[in-house]
């Protein structure tokens, strides 16, 4: 079973420098992000979303309003057929000192220990360094989504292979499933 962890910020809703999303109705899409989910979904994927929102502990916004931003995602995508296993958010400010927030890869390992997971069967994509670090950290295949933070494009982790978006990474895995 194949299994896909995503970043959020970036990736699914628009980048946004210095900011944060502060309601539901702040969340803006990135075009094609919900057709992307579908070919995974089509591909058998297992999607897992893994996103910082310091904003919580920084008391921009409270867990009640990231429970109603998760509920309207989950809401939005279930019409469309897609269910996500899990929506995985660190709290924290760097201060903090946790041990979930990317580049640290706790999230990425308690999502591996509850669900079992063979860390061959596993990706995590994401806009930032901070997501290439963390799946480097939990020793996971990592690839680079140029949809959001900027410093991503002019990134030196020519290791790393990198997608424009989420749409085209799912394309890419459903045409190399093709004869
Ligand atoms: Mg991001
Ligand atoms: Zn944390």
Same mark, same amino acid.
């Given at each position: 079973m194949p299994h896909i962890f995503i970043d959020r910020d970036g990736v699914l809703n628009e980048y946004l420098s210095k900011d944060y999303v502060k309601s539901p109705q702040e969340w803006v899409w990135i075009p094609n992000a919900i057709k992307g989910l579908k070919i995974l979904k089509e591909l058998n994927y297992k999607i897992y979303i893994v996103s910082n929102q310091s904003c919580i502990n920084r &008391? =921009? =916004?409270s867990w009640k309003t990231i429970n109603a931003i998760n509920s309207q995602l989950r809401r939005q995508l279930l019409k469309? &057929? !897609?269910y996500i296993e899990e $929506? $995985? !958010?660190c709290p924290h400010i760097n201060e903090d000192l946790c041990s979930c927030r990317k580049p640290k890869p706790g999230m990425l390992n308690t999502l591996m220990q509850i669900y079992q997971m063979d860390k061959q069967d596993i990706f995590f994509a994401g806009? %930032? $360094?901070s997501d290439l670090d963390a799946? &480097?950290?939990a020793n996971i295949k990592v690839v680079g989504l140029a949809s959001g933070n900027p410093n991503m494009a002019t990134s030196k982790r020519t290791n790393i292979k990198q997608y &424009? %978006?989420?749409y085209r990474l799912a394309r890419q895995l459903q045409g190399s499933l093709k004869p």
């Open positions: &008391k =921009i =916004i469309e &057929k !897609i $929506i $995985i !958010i806009d %930032s $360094i799946g &480097k950290n &424009k %978006s989420l």
